[in-house]
């Protein structure tokens, strides 16, 4: 087989977040008394996070700082006196009880059961450790690779240093990076010189100069990279 360990973003490649955060944030908002929420609040939340995981990326923040420093300056903006650090939590905690698998995540993973599978989230390790104690994927992964426990993230090449020795991997031309991200999954995958399938789903421009070695559009479309048959119907856009 070309490739023997495929290694697996989470959000938006495997598990669905926009579900996941706004139950998350609809759960936490409701238990800190503030009804109307995800009206008058999780837009701006959603924008200055989202900045804050691309800086995280850029090693200008900590995974630590970051996951207070979001809700922080939400209150701080909307001049509201809650506790950053308990918001934190209690979003976070319900966020690693949303497990919601995207279309043909679960189908995928069982049709790639001869294969070394494994997770490389730049995520929270209490959450991600959560989510995959229960089904459908808690039997599925030989190792969860994730940021805050390894001290680094993606695209950085140390956490794939830090896979590949728990994997025991010594080839990299066998291994395959999955992610929805180019710059964190693809970039990352590229710096460390293994080969790498970008998820793109709704079918978004590449503007950043970041090229995957395969693009595409359907989870089920991994199978046809790897040299498996997909319903007789092999689809997979590699980038030449």
């Known amino acids: 087989m070309k490739y023997e360990v495929i290694l697996f973003d989470v959000d938006d490649t495997l598990l669905d977040f926009g579900i996941s955060q706004q139950n998350a944030l609809q759960h936490t908002f409701m238990a800190f008394s503030l009804p109307t929420g995800m009206t008058d609040y999780a837009p701006l939340y959603k924008e200055i996070s989202n900045g804050l995981w691309r800086e995280l990326e850029q090693g200008r923040i900590t995974l630590s700082e970051l996951k207070v420093e979001r809700f922080r300056r939400l209150f701080e903006a909307r001049q509201l006196e809650i506790d950053a650090d308990a918001f934190n939590n209690m979003y976070l905690d319900s966020l690693g009880k949303q497990i919601h698998p995207l279309p043909g995540a679960i189908e995928l993973c069982e049709r790639l059961m001869d294969y070394r599978l494994a997770v490389i989230t730049n995520g929270f390790t209490d959450v991600q450790k959560a989510r995959f104690s229960h089904p459908p994927f808690d039997h599925t992964f030989e190792q969860l690779i994730i940021s ?30 999955v992610g929805d991200s180019l710059t964190s999954d693809v970039q990352g995958g590229i710096n460390y010189g293994i080969d790498t399938c970008w998820f793109n789903p709704h079918g978004k421009e590449n503007t950043l100069g970041i090229t995957p070695t395969y693009e595409i559009r359907d989870l089920m479309d991994v199978l046809s990279i790897v040299g498996e048959t997909r319903n007789n119907n092999i689809y997979a856009n590699k980038i030449v």
């Open 148 to 177: 805050e426990e390894t001290g680094f993230q993606k695209p950085q090449i140390e956490i794939f240093d830090y896979a590949f020795a728990k994997l025991h991997i010594t080839d990299k031309s066998k291994v395959l990076m």
